[in-house]
Structures are given as C-alpha cells and as structure tokens.
C-alpha cells in the first residue's frame, strides 16, 4: 500500500513569492494535516482538513491557507514568504474515527528554503 | 499549550533502558507517540487514550497518568534503531485528534 506521498521534494523561493505544496493521502484516509518543522522548534499544527472542509487551524496567520480535493488530497499555500517560512512542511493522514484513536501517517515533507 | 518533553536529549549505549516524559498543563483526552530519524518522516508509535490501558510495541511502552497528564515512553534494552528524536502529539478533544500539539522532542541517540 502507498504511503502519504508529498511533492515537490525541495523548493526555493525568495521573500514574497507564493508556493503551493501538494500532498496525496494514504487511500481511504480522509483527514489531512498540515505541520510545518522549522529547525528547533518541533511540530507546529498547520491545518486540519477532512470530507473537504477546514476543520481546524493552528496559530499561523491567513497567508498560510489550503485546500482539500474530492478526492481527499491537498494543497498548502502559502502567499508573500517570508525567511521564517523555511521548514519542512510535513503532511500526514488518517481515517477519521469518533474514539479519538486515529493515528496519522506521515509524508516525507517538503523542504522550503526562503531567500 | 506545548506539552513539555524531558529530557531534551539522551545517550545510552546499546543495551540500556530509556523513559521518556510528556507532561501538559491542560487536561488531555491522548497522547501520541511518534519517533522521527534524521531526514525522515515521523513514524506512529502508539497512542495512549484517556481510561485506557498501558500500551507496548515489541521493548517500547508507554502509560499515561491521567491525574498528572504526563505520559511516559519506556523504551528497555534500546537498540541501535532506536534512535532518532521522539514527539508526544497531545490531543484534549475525543473526536479524532484533529489539532496535536507536539512537545519539542527528545533526542535519543543508541552508540554500541
């Protein structure tokens, strides 16, 4: 069975640019996550989508923002870069049951350099 | 809130037993266990829910004491595949995990 898959695997930008990141989930999982790791600081909550819908979002202002397709992969955007945008953004799924017991599957991330 | 994670870092040698601390000022409904090497994507260890019971995977466990809402990852006999940096992803709501919030981690490097 595929695993999350995230693409693309490096990026460039310079402050100001935009850049979409795309992650597709494990089959059959309908919750996507979106982390952003910058160096020393752990995971940071992103966005949560699921069925489509923004279910939850972290602490990050609105030029962080995304989508979720029909067919339950994703987009992060993220408009006017700045130098604290560098990090690997890491995207993760799962099934989304009542129990709470849903563990997420990570992708291999997108590393981000702002210039 | 970020739960706290202790120690920050820790060495063994092979062979030597590890526990790993996660504690939150908030009251928690799970904690999850995720182990990330370098330059890797992290990977699910377990998840311990609120009421539930002690969980282990092979010579890795973890409990979680709901008065105290701290978890502990108890890693026996480690192994040198055991290292890389451990998260605990804390969880207050009951209805999937929709918003973790990870402790900073913990550096465990195995040398033989």
């Known amino acids: 069975e595929a695993g999350v898959t995230q693409s693309p695997t490096h990026l460039i930008k310079t402050r100001g640019q935009q850049v979409t990141l795309r992650c597709s989930p494990i089959?059959?999982?309908?919750?996507v996550y979106w982390y952003q790791q910058a160096l020393g600081l752990g995971l940071q909550f992103l966005l949560w989508y699921d069925e489509g819908e923004e279910r939850n979002r972290g602490n990050f202002p609105p030029r962080f923002s995304g989508r979720q397709f029909p067919n339950y992969s994703s987009e992060l955007n993220v408009n006017a870069l700045e130098l604290e945008d560098s990090a690997l953004y890491l995207c993760?799924?799962?099934?989304?049951?009542?129990?709470?017991?849903?563990?997420?599957?990570f992708g291999p991330g997108t590393r981000l350099t702002v210039l | 809130q970020q739960p706290v994670q202790s120690p920050q870092a820790v060495i063994l040698r092979e062979g030597e037993d590890a526990v790993i601390n996660c504690s939150s000022s908030?009251?928690?409904?799970?904690v999850h266990w995720y182990r990330q090497k370098h330059g890797e994507a992290p990977v699910f260890l377990m998840i311990?829910?609120?009421?539930?019971e002690q969980k282990g995977h092979e010579k890795i466990s973890a409990s979680f004491n709901e008065k105290k809402q701290q978890s502990s990852l108890y890693l026996t006999a480690s192994q040198l595949s055991y290292s890389g940096t451990y998260f605990c992803g804390t969880a207050r709501g009951n209805f999937g995990n929709e918003k973790l919030t990870f402790g900073t981690g913990t550096r465990l490097t195995i040398i033989p």
């Open positions: 993760a799924s799962s099934f989304q049951r009542s129990t709470g017991n849903n563990e997420q599957f």
């Open positions: 311990l829910l609120k009421g539930g």
């Open positions: 908030k009251a928690l409904y799970s």
């Open positions: 089959s059959g999982h309908t919750s």
